[in-house]
């Protein structure tokens, strides 16, 4: 086994249903699984559909450039079809895209707290994280970044609006820093949909820019596993090479379609995040971060996140510990919004926790 993959740490996943309704004493359809940001309203019922339309077709390979997909996708974020790849979920698309820059002993940078899995893919590449840790409120800090950036520096991992503090980053700190280094930046925006702005646009000025993409959050597909990213022209064509050639498959590739033309779905999905992620920051008894995703960072001090968890566990409700996220301390813990009566349950839940 390679050395680069022994020091690697197992990735802690949110919890399942399964799981906590078996521990808890709970039937499954009791629990509120609000710990891994998946749509409250479900898939496009136009999804669904699909999936039932195109259940006999599975016995055929599906075609490797996942053309269908990648022309619906390059018609909603208005770049053409040479400028999109897909994958298998925007993991992994990641996964790709590391693979595409780091070699052993490279560096890359990550902005923490942050989604986790960057610095598994730099790990498995042989390559050397290095953390830049944000500000206090949790911007991004550009000039920090500036100065961790050498020669070996492949790739600038950063996430906006960013897993799991909620914020999003300035474009003026992204123009800055894709201006001043010739690193390859990478910006997840896997939450982008719920977010006031998205720094997609700027794909067609700088050529060390792609943009990575999720249909799992907006969308309600995070079963299906579809991601998908913008790049200059020239990284695409070298990232057809090295992706596995079947990573979408013919499920996912329908579904994905009918989802992006359900319009209503993405409206209706949008309008619950954003009143819901409102509401849960009113009512939230402890201190809340702003956020422009589809979850709310809490800080749960004087308790520990742990024990919050497990408190909210008790009544059957599932939320992220961030504890397991480098830098972020032992207090906070994540909770993804829901629908109003899941929001309400959640607060409910606060009141018995507090007293
Ligand atoms: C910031 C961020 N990026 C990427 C992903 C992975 O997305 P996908 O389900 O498309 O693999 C997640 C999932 O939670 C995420 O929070």
Redesign the pocket.
């Known amino acids: 086994m390679r050395n680069s993959i022994l020091k690697i740490s197992e990735y802690v996943p949110g919890r399942t249903i399964e799981d906590v309704a078996k521990e808890y004493g709970f039937l499954p359809e009791e629990i509120l699984k609000l710990g891994?940001?998946e749509n409250p309203l479900g898939p496009s019922p136009e999804a669904i559909k699909a999936v039932r339309d195109h259940a006999n077709t599975i016995s055929v390979y599906p075609p490797t450039d996942a053309k269908e997909l990648r022309c619906a996708l390059a018609q909603y974020i208005g770049y053409p079809i040479d400028q999109i790849v897909v994958g298998n979920?925007?993991?992994?698309v990641?996964d790709v895209l590391t693979r595409l820059f780091v070699e052993k002993n490279d560096e890359a940078i990550i902005s923490i707290p942050?989604?986790p899995?960057y610095e598994l893919f730099i790990l498995a590449c042989g390559g050397v994280p290095q953390f830049v840790p944000r500000n206090s409120n949790f911007d991004v800090d550009v000039d920090k970044l500036l100065r961790a950036v050498n020669k070996k520096t492949k790739i600038i991992f950063l996430?906006s609006p960013?897993?799991p503090t909620g914020n999003l980053m300035k474009e003026s700190d992204l123009r800055h820093l894709l201006d001043t280094t010739e690193s390859m930046v990478i910006v997840?925006e896997?939450?982008a949909e719920f977010a006031d702005f998205s720094i997609v646009e700027l794909v067609r000025k700088y050529e060390n820019l792609v943009v990575?993409r999720?249909?799992?959050?907006a969308f309600g597909l995070?079963g299906l596993?579809?991601?998908y990213a913008v790049t200059p022209p020239e990284i695409s064509k070298e990232y057809m090479k090295v992706s596995p050639a079947f990573s979408v498959n013919r499920i996912g590739i329908a579904a994905g379609v009918a989802a992006l033309e359900d319009k209503e779905h993405l409206r209706q999905t949008v309008k619950t995040i954003r009143s819901g992620r409102a509401f849960l920051r009113d009512n939230i008894p402890f201190k809340t971060y702003p956020s422009q995703a589809n979850f709310v960072l809490v800080d749960v001090s004087p308790f520990t996140a742990e024990e919050m968890c497990e408190a909210l566990l008790r009544k059957g409700i599932i939320v992220r510990d961030c504890s397991s996220f480098r830098g972020a301390g032992n207090s906070l813990i994540r909770i993804s919004v829901g629908t109003k009566e899941q929001n309400m349950r959640v607060i409910e839940a606060f009141k018995g926790v507090k007293t």
Do not use: E, P, Q, V
Not at 89 to 92: I, L, Q
Not at 214 to 217: A, D
């Open positions: 891994s940001n979920g925007m993991d992994g990641l942050t989604f899995y996430c960013n897993n997840d896997a939450y990575t999720s249909m799992s959050k995070a596993r579809i991601g």
